[in-house]
């Protein structure tokens, strides 16, 4: 009895103590769970504080704020993260805009590696594909891609181009940086350690540079030959290089509509009414009859002949029904630069493709597309290297007639030549010549005129596009050197009258023509006498 009475009253403070201990165990239960904030602690309400329970629901609410807090902080990461996704991704393709992946290899750009990968493997195979380790069969000795040689000073070339010297200083800066920097990186792989010999390595420099072949298959990439002074007399070092050529990339592919496009083509002119007869012919069959998009000026100098010369144009203008042309007569001495100034200035429409024409030139309905494509105002001008023929007479010379003037125009090395020192004829628009400040009117007579305006392009931000065009001929007359001319374009004059009569070996033949009957005889009498 007393036994259960005393059970009886220590039941409560059993449930009290169990209560007190269940609270416990839930409170460092809490605080051993739940994250802390940076740098925080939080002190545990005493159990026996009258305030226990406050104290708990104080505790939660902090934490439920410092986990609201958390969850605001990490959606501000991942917005930004997100942000910083989109703005790379936006930078990539930009990026694959401008240098866009080549057509014959496929780059996986969400695999860098295996991208590069891709890449070096295509590099190498034009380093296999190359003539760089074994020959290969060639069906003729035109098909051999010759070496060009070269030192520290000079450049030993077949392809002479406009200077015409056989060997040069490179004056063309991608030439001369490209050797330069062939020869830097084969004298850094010279005194790059062998790891094998541990003795102190010689130390080379481009003075020790003797010669250097290269020569560039245009497919694939070019080929570097190097030989360096070795470590005893007759020793050399030799290196190897090769700069491959990468995949064909796709630049650009746009349509091009040139139906509205008008060029205006500009003669300056002086006597000479036969030849310019002989002009509008071609240009009423080409321009007017075949292109039908072209306007012409005629800048007049003087008055002698000049009634003639506007009766062919008024005479060409009623039977092909052509109004679109312009005569302008100047009351001065004849001056090149002067007229073609004058008459792309007159020109008071939009802005027009100006074609500088001369009027011993034949052009093709399919140049006037040229010169349409190969400009673009503001971005690019056309300066087409014309095909300059010899004098018929000579060509012709063994023949029972000249033939007719279309059929003369055929480009072969004993027919003519490309004029790729001339830089008269050439188109671009209207705006572009007067931003670029027009012709150097100080400049009188023949020559020196265009080579100025010419500079001026090359000095601009503007493309100038250089290259043969098949379709405008500069036609054989008999060339007057003026003694009023100055002696640098005395001489200009005198080479260009040379380069028009003949090829090198057609006036070889006039020179030798008397050794050449002598043995043509020689060889008859001894026919006779077998």
């Known amino acids: 009895m007393m036994l259960r009475r005393g059970f009886i009253l220590f039941l409560p403070r059993l449930i009290g103590l ?79 805009n401008q240098y866009p992946a080549p057509l014959d290899i496929h780059l996986d750009h969400s695999k860098p590696e295996k991208a590069q990968a891709n890449l070096l493997a295509f590099l190498r195979s034009q380093v296999d594909k190359a003539e760089v380790h074994s020959g290969v069969k060639l069906s003729t000795e035109y098909a051999a891609v010759p070496f060009e040689s070269f030192t520290l000073q000079k450049v030993y070339q077949l392809e002479t181009g406009l200077t015409r010297h056989p060997e040069e200083k490179p004056v063309r800066k991608d030439k001369r940086d490209e050797l330069i920097e062939v020869i830097e990186l084969a004298v850094g ?10 003795a102190k390595p010689r130390l080379y420099t481009a003075s020790d540079f003797v010669e250097g072949i290269y020569r560039t298959e245009k497919n694939k990439g070019t080929l570097y030959e190097l030989t360096f002074k070795g470590d005893a007399k007759h020793q050399f070092k030799k290196i190897v290089l090769f700069r491959p050529f990468g995949p064909v990339m ?58 003639e010369v506007k009766s062919i144009l008024e005479n060409t203008s009623k039977s092909a029904n052509f109004k679109n042309f312009t005569f302008i007569q ?19 429409g939009n802005n027009v493709v100006l074609f500088f024409c001369d009027v011993d030139i034949y052009f093709t309905a399919e140049f006037l597309n040229s010169c349409r494509l190969n400009t ?36 072969k090395k004993e027919t003519g030549f490309w004029r790729d020192f001339g830089f008269g004829m050439t188109c671009q628009y209207r705006s572009d010549f007067i931003n670029i400040g027009g012709f150097d009117l100080d400049i009188k007579g023949w020559g020196g005129e265009d080579v100025h305006l010419y500079r ?44 028009n009569e003949a090829s090198h070996g057609q006036l070889g033949m006039l020179v030798f023509k008397q050794e050449i009957e002598t043995h043509l005889q020689k060889q008859k009498l001894s026919s006779k006498k077998m």
Not at 189 to 198: A, I, Q, T
Not at 330 to 348: C, I, Q
Request: hydrophobic share 35%.
């Open 456 to 499: 001026k392009y090359l000095h601009s931000n503007l493309m100038v596009i250089r290259t043969p065009v098949r379709g405008l001929f500069h036609l054989w007359h008999e060339k007057q050197c003026l003694d009023e001319l100055t002696p640098e374009q005395y001489k200009m004059c005198m080479q260009s009258k040379a380069m």
């Open 189 to 198: 792989s010279l005194n790059k350690p062998d790891g094998v010999s541990k």
């Open 250 to 307: 796709k630049v650009k592919n746009e349509n091009v509509n040139m139906a509205d496009t008008l060029i205006n083509v500009i003669v300056p002119l002086a006597k000479r009414a036969s030849k310019f007869r002989q002009f509008m012919q071609n240009f009423r069959e080409m321009g007017i009859q075949q292109d039908g998009r072209i306007h012409l000026t005629v800048v007049y100098f003087g008055k002698e002949q000049m009634n």
């Open 376 to 411: 673009q105002p503001g971005k690019k001008v056309f300066y087409p290297v014309l095909f300059s023929q010899y004098n018929p007479s000579i060509i012709y010379g063994h023949h029972d007639s000249i033939p007719s003037l279309e059929q003369q125009l055929i480009i």
């Open 330 to 348: 100047l009351n001065e001495e004849f001056s090149r630069g002067k007229g073609l100034d004058v008459g792309a200035r007159f020109w008071k």
């Open 18 to 96: 169990l209560v007190v201990a269940c609270c416990s165990v839930s409170i460092f239960y809490m605080l051993a769970c739940t994250p802390k904030g940076d740098n925080q602690q939080l002190a545990l309400p005493r159990v026996h504080s009258p305030t226990v329970k406050e104290g708990y629901e104080a505790i939660l609410q902090e934490r439920e704020e410092q986990h609201r807090n958390y969850i605001i902080s990490l959606k501000k990461q991942i917005a930004q993260l997100k942000a910083e996704l989109q703005g790379r991704t936006e930078q990539l393709k930009n990026m694959q």
